[in-house]
């Protein structure tokens, strides 16, 4: 899929190393995506245009990891229909659990879809956001099937292992 | 919209005060649904059954509310491709706490959406599941930016009347 | 004092229980000001019109109250270079932790002041905006050490009633 | 004792530093048990089947470790009437607060016996199994009774030397 | 089963409401119990006299509910190799928290069976006493399979309901 | 005893609801006490003063008890080489979290003894203070014992109650 | 500007590393402070004799950093009408969740403007007394407005580079 | 002072690292002491045996530290009416929060005065200890002044280096 359908949006440069899980998992994926830092307090116009203007450059889904009171999911949901996907990223003393509770607890009305805090959510930000564009493109359930094949069949090489160890 | 692409699934009858605000919301937004109590613990071949059978009968979108360790909507991830889209209901006396972070810490790899804590968060569960669906049916969002946009009038209503009383 | 200079800003027209305490004290202190609703989410170009626009309007600082995860207070103060205080609302089954948590971790670079969990919090919110005032205007000083000698002697009164009741 | 009865299950290899506390415990008591890892989300089928059979490959006591939102000991209840010892562990930078409400927060009808977060709990895990073992086999209660004076005869002998190196 | 082979401990008598959800469950599970007031703190000596006793009487295990800092279940499990079962009662304004924490953290070496905070957690600790029980008697896993059979079939009576409310 | 060893003193007339735990218990144990409201925050020098000539006036223990960030305690224990038990009392939204931490969680070098949230807490607070008096005064040790054998007595009759309604 | 309005309070001498941020973000906007280490427990008259004397002596915001059940900021601000900003400092095994509370759950009467926990909240501190004292000072809104300029261009960099990284 | 008057119990070696702050403390103020590790666990009838005799043996104060799920000084406070100080130790996943809310959440009846979390609760609860002995031997009251003066000396001191630093 050449076509850039999903916007994966960071609050911080710093974030990159919990983002990075979201973008090897697209391209993991064959899935197009765009990679941005735009901050909710510190660019809040810049967010505000980009998520203005995703729809009409071809985005179909957003997804937005943030620290702290990670405000970044909601704003870029308060500018656009799209599915805002947010990861809440674990960068200040609180372990994350100020993040997640910035992103879960959206107020009704606004939606956004809080995955697990850190790099474990980024990566099922990416398998969300492809499960909610294979509903439009066949070919990207096709890929989630097998990425979930393997999964498995890597759990069952790794139990073999510890099985025989313990056998 | 006759056809129904909503699945709304709830852990217990007693989940239906929470989850009728995913019902009524979809009503509003014309998307049709099905709905359904399945237990992750009590029933789990029922659970697992509807899961996978959820695509061949055209359901395109799964909403799960549960409360204390809430482990519906993982398990209905598990079984099916589809997003799923978890609402942590605050039926047990930790607050929803237990329900919050059984729904949103899912482990990479089967990714569930977060919404926020009870009503307000079922009530969103359903426009994320909108959100996801008018990536296919452009007319979901419209009713989306409709309902949206009723929103921010209704809100300036309300600001108007509180205004002139402290105007 | 006629003029206009705090801004008292909610989410939600049902935050007005809590944000009237900020409200009622405002009027004690004498202090001029204006009340609107306006959500981050909901109608967020309202609120960035309303912030941006708020320092040429003569408004001096910010007082904005908000549940869930409340995002205002921070988007406020992504828009003006005025002091934001913020209010975390308890509206959520979290009991207001959620709000605390989205106010007081703003990460660096755009800060907000934040005031305890509601109605409480939104009293010393007007209390703290009259001490940021009073930098500019003493006759504010003198109310607010005014206010502060009243309560110690309420404080005393009471204090006289239980004494004798177990003297 | 030859005969396998206890199965220890994890959500991934990953938990294995942890759950080799319980494997190593169960060796020092003596009790026979098989090891396997099987995901509640990755491979449910699995997960399903392996729950379901135990009763009829002689198992009698199922402990299941798992992280993040661990939901493996509750499904793995879900399809026995077998008792299910949960180990929740701190894999997720929530430091296991997630895993332990998903473990031990079960609804009622479906319980699991939680232990405590991390290695000691799956330490304790293998105990507890030990406890329910013994009640059918007298020769397991007596490993327990020399196990715990072991423990309070070690405990004298490192209090010993304190005492000696502040008497 | 005529013979009292559970024993139920509270804490206090006012923690009878939560834990006659235990005695109920264990009467309809036919299974034979004794009840008790003993508290960790008020009276050591009868607690530690109960539970030194127990296994002589013919109690194979011990169910224990206590709220605060409960130590009630660890203080029972330090004198007797039986299996003791704790549930966490939430009579402090922290919500159970204090005692879900007391019960469950048991350092290594002392296992204690944790079951959820409240009613629900009394009735799963007298299904996971007749789960224990079931190893050595037969006719208890009927029991089980049964009660489990009934709560699978109540929720779909249930489901159908809500199913025609909204079909 | 006619002599005023302890002073209890509580930052708000709202908080006697909880303080007079403490009251009651000291008057069953027959311990001579002062009562007053003074606040950390709003009587900054009258809390200063009667901590610092508390010890001039035979006091011997201090007892007190705030809400919120309850910063009472702590400020009595930085003026007067007494021992201070500080009591959280429970009256914001957070539940009495925040003035337990803000309680216990003294710095190195200037303790505060914290009891329970609420008025659990209060009636300790009565109680340990006479433990304190205890090691000066043998006939309050005698108090004690008569009250704790009251509590175990009183714990065995209400035992025997439930125990006959289950027999 | 050279006239020292801003006071920067620590409970600590251990506390500099996190309250440098608030000095080096002071010195870049040119805003004269002076430093001062100051106990709430160890020292109490030593901090109520410099809160009372701040505001003669010029100062015109207090900046107040401390740990563990973080007292500091409360009790200047009992002392003094000035603005008081509150910095919890992670220093204790809590992360700072106990001097986050301690700070910003201040009761009604006397407030604290409380910043997030460690460094960022530190550098934000700095950054909210200079909006407070921009409100007399325009030199320092414009300082303030070339910073958030600074921050934002600053981020615009670091997205190019990602950008590119992943274009 | 040769007589040992406090007794200090540790519920593990491991916790000697800890629980060294309060010997070094009580080596300081000039107090005698004993030390041991006694566990409510793995060696109740030592720990009530200790805990019986203590007051016999001439013990006037004890301190017990522990971690997980701390039951000991709880334990202890039930089998004497000395006072006992409670050192919640951090050594599980939880950081302490579990053994915080363990110690401090003690049930109406038998108090237990908890300190904070880790070392600084260590070195506190010997402070404590002696502000419990000074009511009857004046000379600890001497040492604890002495020691406090000490501490705001270093205070001043530590906070000269740095006014100088930024002066």
């Known amino acids: 899929m050449e076509k850039k359908v999903v916007g994966v949006v960071m609050g911080s440069d710093s974030d990159l190393a919990v983002m990075e899980e979201a973008i090897n998992m697209l391209t993991e994926l064959k899935i197009g ?4 830092v735009a901050s909710a307090h510190r660019s809040p116009e810049r967010t505000a245009h980009y998520s203005r203007s995703a729809i009409d450059r071809g985005i179909e889904v957003i997804i937005a990891g943030a620290g702290h009171s990670a405000h970044l999911a909601g704003v ?7 599915p805002v996907i947010g990861v809440p990223i674990n960068s200040s003393p609180l372990s994350g659990l100020d993040a997640l509770l910035s992103t879960v607890q959206m107020p009704p009305g606004v939606p956004v879809a809080a995955m697990a805090v850190g790099k ?43 099985e025989e160890q313990y056998g």
Chains 1, 2, 3, 4, 5, 6, 7, 8 share one sequence.
């Open 76 to 82: 870029i949901a308060s500018h656009t229909p799209l």
């Open 33 to 36: 995506f765009e990679v941005l």
């Open 120 to 162: 474990g959510g980024a990566k099922n930000a990416a398998l969300f956001a492809a499960e909610i564009l294979a509903n439009k493109y066949p070919e990207i359930r096709n890929e989630i099937i097998a990425f979930r094949n393997k999964l498995a069949q890597d759990l069952i090489k790794k139990s073999k292992k510890i």
